[in-house]
């Protein structure tokens, strides 16, 4: 199973991005898709996550800013809007895919880096 993040860049703040994530692989079901990111010297932390029903939860901080949908069963994108330079960071695909009915793993994409600057 792999995981293929990708849109991120740099913009100026108030500015918008897009990221994608898509699943492939052995997948019997993916239970949710989201979003983590990493700023240098802080914790990676939760920014956004659907599931497989469209329950979705935010990080406070991106809320009313980030919208994260489904593209189809397989991937999932994140629209941020408003960007802020504290939203700078490098920001990480995660999924909980099952191989089968009952067995379910975490997966991690790669990073990719989003930098808001004027």
């Known amino acids: 199973v792999q995981l293929q993040a990708s849109g991120g860049g740099l913009v100026q703040p108030g500015g918008s991005l897009r990221l994608s994530c898509a699943a492939s692989?052995?997948?019997?079901?993916?239970?949710?898709m989201g979003w983590y990111r990493q700023a240098p010297g802080k914790q990676r932390e939760l920014v956004a996550r659907?599931?497989?029903?469209?329950?979705t939860n935010y990080a406070d901080s991106v809320k009313g800013r980030f919208t994260i949908s489904r593209d189809n069963v397989m991937s999932v994108s994140l629209q941020m809007n408003n960007l802020k330079p504290e939203d700078t960071a490098l920001y990480y695909c995660?999924?909980?895919?099952?191989?089968?009915?009952?067995?379910?793993?975490?997966?991690w994409g790669q990073g990719t880096e989003v930098t808001v600057s004027s």
């Open positions: 659907i599931t497989s029903r469209g329950s």
């Open positions: 995660n999924a909980q895919i099952r191989s089968t009915s009952v067995i379910a793993s975490d997966y």
């Open positions: 692989g052995s997948i019997f079901s993916i239970d949710y």
